[in-house]
């Protein structure tokens, strides 16, 4: 309200100065409500990120547990165990090296998650528990975009819905063979989906390359080696 001058009454806004306050309350809304989104969704991926360290270290730990629990006449060393984290199915090693895998951790079945049912190569027996099995219940990783831990179906794109659906945060591990002229290596990551994913499958079925479009800006194997170091380092074995 304004008092006039000449009169001492108090008057109200004019429409032209109502309407200059709401384009400039749209202005600054245009401006801040778009870069407050991305700031949490940026801080949504660093915490998917902090997830995927704490998952690699946890999946080292199961490695390591696994190989030591082993009989003596087994033959499986540490890479074997991480070619079954990246949902190896084949008989040998040998068959995985001739082309990139990619397995959801919240895939039931798998290594990580629901019942022991994948075999490692070189050992006579399956491991005796799978990766989230030796996290304290209590420090489960969550997915931050929908709440849920990383090892529930809700974080498993290719069955969500019974025909796929992306999964801002849902987490894959993947093996990427190197020819180093010496010995092969190969080194195992941790990737993940973001919100502008496409794809709900982590692995180009029959060829070599990773689909892009299933994760985070950068992260596939079709860019090569350099693809799938921009998600999160597990391990390099040979």
């Given at each position: 309200m304004r008092r006039s001058k000449l009169t001492g009454t108090e008057q109200g806004f004019t429409l032209i100065e109502l309407l200059l306050v709401m384009v400039i309350m749209g202005i600054m809304l245009a401006v801040i409500v778009p870069r407050a989104w991305r700031a949490n969704v940026d801080a949504k991926y660093t915490l998917v990120r902090q997830n995927c360290t704490e998952l690699a270290s946890f999946a080292g730990s199961w490695a390591e547990q696994s190989l030591l629990a082993q009989e003596e006449n087994d033959n499986c060393s540490l890479l074997n165990y991480y070619i079954a984290l990246a949902g190896n199915k084949a008989g040998t090693p040998t068959a995985f090296l001739d082309k990139h895998r990619g397995c959801w951790i919240a895939q039931s079945g798998g290594n990580w998650t629901g019942s022991v049912s994948l075999a490692v190569f070189g050992r006579t027996g399956l491991p005796?528990?799978?990766?989230?099995?030796?996290?304290?219940?209590?420090?489960?990783?969550r997915n931050p975009f929908n709440g849920a831990s990383v090892f529930v179906g809700a974080n498993n794109?290719?069955?969500?819905?019974?025909?796929?659906?992306v999964v801002p945060g849902a987490i894959c591990c993947v093996g990427f063979p190197e020819v180093t002229g010496a010995s092969d290596f190969t080194t195992f990551a941790l990737l993940f989906q973001g919100t502008d994913s496409t794809t709900t499958n982590p692995k180009n079925v029959g060829g070599h390359n990773l689909p892009s479009s299933s994760f985070y800006a950068g992260q596939s194997g079709n860019d090569g080696l350099g693809g799938v170091r921009n998600g999160v380092f597990m391990a390099r074995l040979n």
């Open positions: 005796e528990n799978t990766v989230d099995e030796i996290i304290d219940p209590s420090k489960l990783p794109p290719s069955a969500n819905t019974g025909v796929g659906k």
